[in-house]
């Protein structure tokens, strides 16, 4: 059974990091596209990054460029998020997606939309 689990969020001052990971089962990586995206309250779901399978292509979006780091291992079946100089408004939940169809970097932010496969978030709040 595919399965998708997102650990690493928690509570972060302004400027901190994280680093979120999602660890997938009952697949191999190694053939998905894996997008992370986010959920504040209130708010739609927005697409933060995507990685291509063989991790040659990224893709973020502009709200997160520069201060983001997506990267994956394929060997674990792991696909990491970087998130350094945290700001307020990146309080969100998120999700982590898989899709072996998709292509990332056919639209900046990554659309929801594309991905079949979700985890069940992970809580990142950046707040003094």
């Known amino acids: 059974q595919l399965r998708i689990v997102e650990s690493g969020g928690g509570l972060v001052q302004p400027g901190g990091s994280l680093r979120l990971s999602c660890a997938a089962s009952?697949?191999?990586?190694?053939?998905?596209?894996i997008g992370w995206f986010r959920q504040a309250p209130g708010k739609e779901r927005e697409g933060v990054s995507c990685?291509?399978?063989?991790?040659?292509?990224?893709n973020y979006a502009d709200s997160v460029k520069g201060r983001f780091t997506i990267s994956r291992d394929n060997a674990k079946n792991t696909v990491y998020l970087q998130m350094n100089s945290l700001k307020p408004e990146d309080t969100a939940v998120y999700y982590c997606?898989?899709?072996?169809?998709?292509?990332?970097?056919?639209?900046?932010?990554?659309?929801?939309?594309?991905?079949?496969?979700w985890g069940r978030g992970t809580q990142v709040t950046v707040s003094s």
């Open positions: 990685i291509s399978s063989s991790g040659g292509r990224l």
């Open positions: 009952g697949f191999t990586t190694n053939y998905y596209v």
């Open positions: 997606a898989a899709d072996s169809s998709v292509s990332c970097g056919r639209s900046t932010p990554p659309r929801s939309s594309e991905y079949d496969y």
